[in-house]
């Protein structure tokens, strides 16, 4: 079973479903007992789709998302 790290390093991966299935599986076991991640997941999953359909609306600048969920990637070691 991932940590909390592990799988919030994931998340992106996850949210854009480029992870086997086996990964997905052992994300979506931590998340049901871990509501810290959970809360996290549900989030960016938010955020994502807040994003995308205001980038079809409004034509945001190249590259706008891309930063802005950067900025709320876990800092990498
Ligand atoms: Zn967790």
Redesign the pocket.
């Known amino acids: 079973m991932p940590?909390?790290q592990e799988?919030?390093k994931e998340l992106e991966l996850f949210l854009d479903s480029e992870l086997p299935n086996v990964r997905i599986e052992e994300i979506m076991a931590?998340?049901t007992g871990?509501t810290?991640?959970q809360g996290a997941f549900e989030f960016h999953a938010e955020l994502r789709t807040i994003v995308r359909v205001k980038a079809k609306r409004d034509h945001l600048p190249e590259g706008f998302s891309d930063r802005l969920l950067a900025c709320f990637e876990p800092q990498s070691e």
């Open positions: 940590n909390c799988t919030l931590h998340l871990c810290d991640c």
